[in-house]
């Protein structure tokens, strides 16, 4: 009873300082909003300044938790970069959302955060609690993040002042309209662009540094490409391999989309290539869904696991996004494709007309919410069939390669 008496006075003595700041506030306001005596409000606290010590603690107890819960470090300023370096940015976004939640839906913080807001400019202790919860100390923990992705400190202070700036003002525009659940789509847009954008900037960083570009493909590469594809593919699926000729014969399907066929060089090395296909979800309600899809997509032997086939992948999604693709599916590891993503299309409610229930078809919206609804099945385009439907003409096809011994290895498909 006792406890539970402490927590309601804390709540509303906090309701009263966010309404009249805790200078207007009198332990008598107080009891007289509790209906309780002064002698016994002194009972559970000595002084108006023990109440807000207990509130205080309640907050820093209520982030604890908080980040914890969504697994985000929780360390000294010098170790938030390298922390955050291993905590996929999907997790810092739904953080971030619930940390805008926290600061204007849940009573208890929201009145904390208006208290701040009313005492910042009168009260010296008050102020510097607004700076740590409210001001800098959120900009401080984002620049130590931010830090490893940019040359100089002023460059990740920038980057902090872009991501969180908005994010503060929409806290006043979200106090001051009456629809309140038309802000948190401001902001969840907002983290979309800048996230795109700073993943962006840093695959362009790590892609200068090490001498690698990513450019449209041109006639003058199709057979390098193709070379590099056979060379990336052999013996791992099956004895040999059919990519090669798969991405020979795509370029002429009309499912082809060229402006998202590229080519990664490594100091003038060509050591990369992706194409994009259009495709379909088959909707249980008669409806087709325009998706698209990749493959093959290939990294040269030499340059596997360094991060290459990441950043080409990214890129490439980026600039699919960008021409309109509201989702891509696959099939593949979800050990790989996972970090960029993609999820089991099972738990999307996209089947794979193959194998309805198989864990290694995988989906990821590029337009939040457009699989939203979907209930349907998805087949591979018909292109990556050619082998199969034209066996002489593959035939024919890898016999203008140097001869390569085929062979059975564990782990293959067929």
Avoid at 101 to 116: C, G, I, Q, V, Y
Avoid at 118 to 143: I, V
Avoid at 186 to 201: C, G, N, P, Q, Y
Avoid at 290 to 312: D, E, W
């Amino acid at each position: 009873m006792a406890e539970g008496t402490k927590e309601r006075i804390l709540e509303t003595a906090l309701e009263l300082f966010a309404q009249n700041g805790y200078l207007g506030t009198s332990m008598n306001d107080i009891a007289g909003q509790l209906g309780f005596t002064k002698a016994a409000l002194y009972k559970h606290y000595a002084s108006k300044q023990e109440i807000l010590d207990r509130i205080v603690e309640r907050m820093s107890r209520m982030d604890y938790e908080r980040a914890e819960s969504y697994e985000m470090p929780e360390t000294e300023p010098d170790g938030f970069a390298e922390a955050y370096l291993h905590t996929p940015i999907p997790k810092i976004r739904a953080y971030s959302m619930a940390q805008f939640d926290h600061w204007t839906k849940e009573p208890f913080s929201a009145n904390f955060r208006k208290m701040l807001t009313l005492e910042q400019y009168r009260d010296q202790k008050l102020a510097q609690l607004h700076h740590d919860y409210l001001a800098g100390g959120p900009l401080a923990y984002m620049a130590a993040f931010f830090r490893k992705l940019t040359d100089t400190d002023e460059a990740a202070m920038q980057l902090a002042l872009e991501f969180y700036g908005p994010m503060y003002l929409l806290y006043s525009i979200y106090d001051g309209v009456q629809d309140k659940d038309s802000v948190a789509p401001l902001l969840d847009a907002h983290m979309e662009r800048f996230i795109a954008k700073v993943e962006s900037d840093y695959r362009r960083k790590v892609m200068s540094e090490k001498n690698s570009i990513i450019r449209p493909e041109t006639k003058d590469d199709y057979r390098a490409a193709e070379n590099l594809t056979r060379e990336a593919f052999w013996n791992v699926y099956r004895p040999g391999c059919m990519e090669h000729y798969v991405l020979h014969c795509y370029r002429d399907d009309p499912a082809f989309v060229p402006e998202l066929d590229f080519v990664m060089e490594l100091n003038g090395e060509l050591i990369g290539q992706v194409i994009y296909v259009r495709s379909e979800i088959d909707c249980d309600d008669g409806r087709k869904v325009p998706i698209m899809t990749f493959g093959p997509i290939s990294i040269a032997p030499a340059y596997k696991r360094q991060g290459y086939g990441k950043q080409l992948l990214d890129y490439s999604m980026e600039k699919a996004k960008e021409m309109g693709a509201g989702a891509l599916a696959i099939t593949g590891n979800i050990d790989f494709y996972g970090k960029s993503g993609f999820v089991p299309a099972k738990t999307k409610g996209v089947r794979y007309a193959d194998d309805p229930e198989a864990d290694y078809f995988l989906i990821k919206e590029l337009t939040p919410g457009f699989l939203d609804g979907i209930s349907g099945t998805y087949k591979d385009p018909e292109g990556y069939f050619v082998c199969e439907k034209d066996p002489e003409g593959f035939e024919r096809f890898e016999a203008t390669f140097p001869a390569k011994e085929k062979q059975k290895l564990p782990g293959q498909l067929c």
